[in-house]
């Protein structure tokens, strides 16, 4: 399978502070993006890089792309209670869309 | 937010019985998808549309089929349930395949007792 890995599972951080979240996967990509999940909710597209990037900004978010080493990390700075949600990398080959497993993040006020 | 409708939110039934859940967009998108998430799993592709009575199989489509006879609307159906199709379903959507991002329903709980 080539699903993601997300590392790590769970990760608590005080509101302000910086999250950093990473991405790894086994077979070549086109395409990785970051998604995010509210508690009962679907997933919310957040950022796309592709193959031949390698790092992108949008907004507090910030997306590295190593594809020598298959890894992706997702850093949120300035962590705000809202940033509360679980967070998804998922790769593109072809015309499908696989996702890894998720990182629970948990802010702290 | 995209208009991406998934229907009924919440179903619980019994072992055997077959069960539709409907997706409904508002989007006139080309791709559709369905996903099941379990705990330990992520999401999972179940099958997907690249148009109308297009479909393809994903990863874990043993146990369900699909049909789309209209651009708007994708349904899945569990011809019998089991206990093992108990989960999260997620509807997708895209304009285009892989390159896009995906916009999601907000799910169907279902639970197979």
């Known amino acids: 399978s080539q699903q993601g890995e997300e590392d790590p599972q769970a990760l608590s951080i005080q509101e302000g502070e910086n999250a950093t979240m990473n991405c790894s996967y086994k077979?070549?990509?086109?395409?990785l993006q970051w998604y995010r999940q509210n508690s009962g909710r679907g997933l919310v597209h957040l950022i796309l890089?592709?193959?031949?990037?390698r790092e992108k900004h949008s907004g507090r978010l910030r997306v590295t792309l190593d594809t020598s080493k298959k890894s992706s990390s997702l850093l949120i700075t300035a962590s705000r209670a809202a940033d509360t949600a679980s967070y998804f990398c998922?790769?593109?080959?072809?015309?499908?869309?696989?996702f890894g497993k998720g990182t629970r993040l948990h802010i702290l006020p | 937010d995209a208009g991406i409708t998934q229907s009924p939110r919440h179903k619980v039934t019994e072992t055997g019985t077959p069960v539709t859940l409907r997706c409904h967009q508002t989007?006139?998108?080309?791709?559709m998808y369905w996903y099941r998430q379990d705990p330990g799993h992520g999401l999972r592709l179940i099958h997907y549309?690249?148009?109308?009575?297009?479909?393809d199989k994903g990863e874990v489509s043993d146990g369900y089929s699909v049909s789309r006879s209209k651009t708007e609307d994708f349904l899945l159906t569990l011809e019998s349930a089991t206990s093992s199709q108990t989960s999260v379903y997620f509807c997708?959507?895209?304009?285009?395949?892989?390159?896009?991002?995906?916009?999601f329903g907000d799910g169907t709980r279902l639970s197979i007792l």
């Open positions: 997708a959507i895209s304009d285009r395949a892989g390159m896009a991002p995906q916009h």
């Open positions: 077979t070549s990509i086109n395409n």
């Open positions: 890089i592709r193959s031949n990037e």
């Open positions: 998922a790769m593109n080959r072809d015309d499908k869309i696989i």
């Open positions: 989007e006139n998108h080309r791709y």
């Open positions: 549309s690249y148009g109308v009575k297009d479909t």
